[in-house]
């Protein structure tokens, strides 16, 4: 396809239990975003990777997220020991020429029961 | 906290009016705006920029209006459809690439 891709849609989890998501960027994009939106909320910063570069994790709420992106492409955010809290949209976006042209998925809602 | 927010949750318009959503930030450092649309089940859609060395910008039936003197910014759509409803989201840069969302405005479009 030609859009960010993002899986599963829609997860439901146990607390405690550990979740993986996975975001598909746009073919040749250096730039890839992951943010949540909890409900009635904007969008929250979780992390950044650039090419190469080191990510910024300034935005992981804790130590129970982490990410991570395969030879520049595939990105998987993984939670662990989910609490109730960390119910939210979880959106990737992923961009060639800076943040204003970023393309979003439409988004993992993580539900944590 | 969140340095970017929005005046009002929610905006109904009847259709073919004008809509003006508006938007307040406090970082005097943030050099770069964005709305974007975001329709239930979807991420946001970009819908216009600007950059804080204007004060307007047009699109398509959009424009943007910047006031660097009270932070605040504003989104007017024109002629507002059905297919303007949705969530809309105003973004500022003030690092090289790191946005700041506010929590987002419902349009409802009354026919």
């Known amino acids: 396809g030609a859009g960010v891709s993002q899986s599963p849609s829609n997860k439901v989890t146990e607390k405690g239990k550990d979740v993986e998501l996975r975001c598909d960027p746009i073919?040749?994009?250096?730039?890839l975003y992951w943010y949540r939106q909890s409900l009635g909320q904007g969008l929250e910063f979780l992390i950044y990777?650039?090419?190469?570069?080191?990510?910024?994790k300034s935005g992981l709420p804790s130590d129970r997220f982490s990410a991570e992106r395969t030879g520049g492409s595939v990105s998987t955010l993984t939670i662990q020991r989910t609490q109730q809290e960390d119910s939210a949209v979880y959106l990737c976006?992923?961009?060639?020429?800076?943040?204003?042209?970023?393309?979003f998925g439409q988004g993992t809602r993580l539900t944590v029961v | 906290g969140e340095s970017v927010g929005l005046h009002l949750p929610t905006l109904s318009v009847q259709e073919g009016d004008n809509s003006i959503i508006n938007c307040a930030y406090s970082n005097s450092a943030s050099d770069y705006f964005i709305w974007y649309k975001q329709e239930s089940g979807k991420g946001p859609q970009f819908i216009i920029d600007i950059r804080s060395n204007m004060d307007k910008r047009q699109g398509q039936r959009v424009t943007v209006l910047l006031n660097k003197t009270v932070k605040h910014l504003s989104l007017q759509i024109a002629a507002t459809q059905p297919g303007d409803s949705a969530v809309y989201f105003c973004a500022e840069n003030s690092d090289d690439y790191k946005l700041s969302f506010g929590a987002g405005t419902t349009v409802t479009v009354r026919a």
């Open positions: 990777f650039q090419g190469n570069s080191a990510p910024d």
């Open positions: 976006a992923s961009s060639s020429s800076g943040v204003s042209e970023a393309f």
């Open positions: 073919s040749g994009h250096t730039a």
